[in-house]
Nanobody
Framework: QVQLVESGGGLVQAGGSLRLSCAAS????????MGWFRQAPGKEREFVAA????????KYADSVKGRFTISRDKAKNTAYLQMSSLKPEDTAVYYC????????????????WGQGTQVTVSS
């Protein structure tokens, strides 16, 4: 079993930055990818960014491309989401996920999910 714990959420002013962390624990981590998703009130969960764990290849949603950066620390089994130039529309609960099977499934096919961390961007 793999447990994912997000941290780093909070309040930030529009235009500011925030860094989220996702720490994996439990069974030795071997997922193909780790991803970040978000869900705003009344909205469906949407893909934000993903990373192929072994090599660091990344993929981003168009809405965050150029503003967000996903990265990982393999020794710590931790993924990060560096968010910059934040907008009020980025306000959501952000979830970390682990799994996927290959590049084609990296935007949706995850086995493990964290509990989420709230990100609120004020205007």
């Amino acid at each position: 079993q793999v447990q994912l714990v997000e941290s780093g959420g909070g309040l930030v002013q529009a235009g500011g930055s925030l860094r989220l962390s996702c720490a994996a624990s439990g069974r030795t981590f071997s997922s193909y990818a780790m991803g970040w998703f978000r869900q705003a009130p009344g909205k469906e969960r949407e893909f934000v960014a993903a990373l192929v764990w072994s090599v660091g290849y990344t993929k981003y949603a168009d809405s965050v491309k150029g503003r967000f950066t996903i990265s990982r620390d393999k020794a710590k089994n931790t993924a990060y989401l560096q968010m910059s130039s934040l907008k009020p529309e980025d306000t959501a609960v952000y979830y970390c996920a682990a799994g996927a099977r290959n590049w084609a499934r990296i935007e949706y096919d995850y086995d493990y999910w964290g509990q989420g961390t709230q990100v609120t961007v004020s205007s």
